[in-house]
């Protein structure tokens, strides 16, 4: 979470999942959300330092996320934090 004057700006979510294809573990950063009034303001790339921080403590390979095409601020944002993207498609089914 992250807060500012006793309120929430934004926050994010995560698990560490285990790669078949790598054969190790890595983290899934599941959303990363910030409130467009503090974006700018570093909060987002301390975020993604301390991610790296867990994914190191629990043996991760790497760090792994998506977001649409379409959202350039974040595609920018990743890439400006050292993040490469990986052609990808992604699946849906319905149960």
């Known amino acids: ?14 698990t560490i999942d285990y790669s078949t294809w790598d054969a190790a573990n890595f983290l899934y950063m599941d959303c990363l959300y910030l409130s467009e009034d503090v974006r700018g303001m ?15 403590g629990n043996d991760c390979v790497n760090m792994q996320w998506q977001t649409p095409v379409f959202n350039k601020p974040a595609i920018e944002f990743y890439q400006k934090n050292g993040a490469l993207s990986k052609e990808k498609i992604r699946f849906t089914l319905m149960v």
């Open 42 to 56: 570093g909060i987002g790339s301390e975020i993604i330092r301390k991610l790296k921080e867990v994914a190191k």
């Open 1 to 14: 979470m992250v807060e500012i004057d006793q309120l929430i700006k934004g926050f994010c979510t995560y």
